[in-house]
């Protein structure tokens, strides 16, 4: 009987607490796919970050080779 006569005070916060955990519950999960897709960035950064490096090693290789024949050439010319 007490309970009955109590349950129009602690109906919203049951209500409330219900709310509140579901609420909780979704940023978590939301939390979490972001998080992947964190991953997901960080791995495909990491490749776009060596193949940066590789067409900037390459470059200074062509560059190089090119500086190397242009003296040739200046000296011969």
Do not use: N
Not at 50 to 64: G, I, K, T, V, Y
């Amino acid at each position: 009987m007490m309970r009955r006569m109590l349950s129009w005070y602690t109906r919203p916060l049951v209500d409330c607490h219900a709310a509140t955990t579901q609420f909780l519950a979704e940023a978590a999960q939301m939390l979490e796919r972001q998080e992947t897709q964190l991953r997901g960035l960080e791995e495909v950064l990491a490749a776009l970050t060596a193949d940066l490096a590789e067409l900037r090693r390459q470059l200074q290789s062509r560059f190089d080779g090119i500086e190397r024949e242009w003296e040739i050439s200046k000296r011969q010319g």
